[in-house]
């Protein structure tokens, strides 16, 4: 990391600055080296370690099954081997895009010549009383996953612990499975009458909970509105029917928001909160700014394929867009052109899913190749008779053959789709 008398030294106004924690930031990084070995480049970030991905936090790393290492992309010597300024515990507070300088908390500035924004989100809150209580746990950083672990790692030794999860979307469920599968009493509660119904729809979403359910998780639909505690910790979650759910600890999933404070301050372009939100950028991933990119959770790229921006919080775009925005930050225009990509593992069910559909719009006919039973298919949607998306449940190695349909905007007959998978 960063010493305290390099974090002060001078950089060249010919650096390249990258401004984030998570996967894109690292990814930007090593595709600018890649490219360029000389080119002066920082990395600020506001996190106390180098850049690193989330995946792992709501699953093995959580449970204790794997090392604090997995977590990270490239690691800490990789910045110094490879002649990277790696700012830690930096956090840039102003950007003046005219003089292309940005000011850190501690009033360091740093000049730069092409800048990227890779800043990601932030967990939306719970806004009811008791929610600061003790045992109130979010999962966004290492540190949140540290914590959360500390609880929920000896509870499971000890053979107790009720466990409420708030947000029944993919890391309200991940959790639950996590905390499930280490023995602990969990109860999930969400807004929609199934888990993930806004993202996968009634019936996918149905499956989830079915699967949920198996394992010995109590669904309920709710909204929450206070935390009840007793001598300062968590004991009840209270929802808006009189129901009050025992917990001793409450993990909060209920979305996340993009932080765009940072470039909305400095005057950048932003997607209106009907087109999802986000920076705007174009397809090279360049803001209004011809000098500043944007990556990962906050880039609001526009879809070639699907016509319109495209705004999405995965592992997967984070990776893609990182390396994509490290090139367009040396000059390369190419046009980012991936689709969206996404995977989640609870229990021994993983799924992949590829595509895009807005299934809240409607509109949408969903066909299953397989079997929902046996949680081994692939369910796709569709518009007007073309695949905009599909999902892959225990069916592997077909995220190829699902892009090919994407992109082919044929017309697919139904008993081609229905065939798929066996």
């Not at 950089?11 to 690292?26: D, K, R």
């Not at 000896?154 to 959790?175: D, K, N």
């Not at 001793?248 to 209106?272: F, M, Q």
Request: a negative charge.
């Amino acid at each position: 990391m960063t010493s305290e008398s390099s974090a002060t030294r001078t950089v060249s106004p010919e650096s390249i600055l990258v401004v984030g924690g998570g996967l894109a930031a690292a990814r930007a990084a090593e595709a600018v080296r890649e490219r360029d070995p000389d080119v002066g480049l920082v990395v600020a970030t506001s996190e106390p370690c180098e850049p690193y991905e989330r995946p792992p936090l709501s699953k093995a790393y959580l449970r204790g099954q794997a090392e604090r290492d997995v977590l990270f992309p490239l690691d800490e010597d990789w910045y110094a081997d490879h002649g990277v300024d790696l700012r830690t515990s930096a956090t840039v507070v102003g950007l003046d895009l005219g003089a292309h300088r940005a000011t850190l908390a501690d009033g360091d500035q740093l000049s730069f010549s092409r800048l990227l924004l890779a800043t990601g989100s932030s967990p939306r809150t719970l806004d009811v009383p008791g929610r600061d209580l003790g045992g109130v746990h979010y999962l966004r950083t290492v540190e949140d996953a540290d914590l959360l672990a500390s609880t929920l790692l000896p509870a499971s030794l000890e053979g107790a612990g009720r466990v409420v999860v708030v947000g029944s979307g993919w890391i309200g469920m991940e959790v639950a499975a996590s905390a499930r599968t280490l023995g602990l009493d969990v109860t999930v509660v969400g807004l929609d009458e199934h888990p993930l119904e806004p993202v996968l729809g009634p019936e996918m979403g149905a499956l989830y909970g079915r699967v949920h359910a198996d394992h010995g998780v109590r669904l309920h639909r709710g909204e929450v509105i206070a935390v009840v505690g007793d001598d300062g910790r968590v004991t009840a979650v209270e929802l808006h029917d009189g129901t009050r759910l025992p917990a001793d600890v409450v993990v909060v999933g209920i979305g996340a928001t993009p932080n765009v404070g940072l470039a909305e301050a400095a005057g950048l372009d932003l997607r209106a909160a009907a087109e999802g939100g986000g920076v705007a950028v174009d397809r090279t991933l360049r803001t209004s700014h011809p000098d500043v990119f944007a990556a990962g959770d906050i880039a609001s790229v526009p879809s070639a394929h699907y016509r319109r921006p495209l705004r999405v919080e995965h592992w997967a775009t984070a990776q893609d867009t990182g390396s994509h925005a490290g090139h367009a930050l040396l000059g390369d225009d190419a046009a980012y052109d991936v689709l969206p990509y996404f995977f989640s593992d609870q229990y021994d069910v993983g799924m992949e899913y590829k595509g895009f559909v807005d299934v809240r719009a409607g509109g949408y006919e969903l066909v299953v190749s397989g079997s929902t039973d046996a949680r081994e298919l692939v369910a796709f949607w569709l518009r007007d008779g073309a695949v905009h998306a599909a999902m892959a449940v225990n069916v592997w190695e077909r995220m190829d053959d699902v892009e090919e349909l994407i992109r082919s905007r044929r017309q697919v007959p139904r008993t081609e789709l229905e065939a798929f998978a066996r």
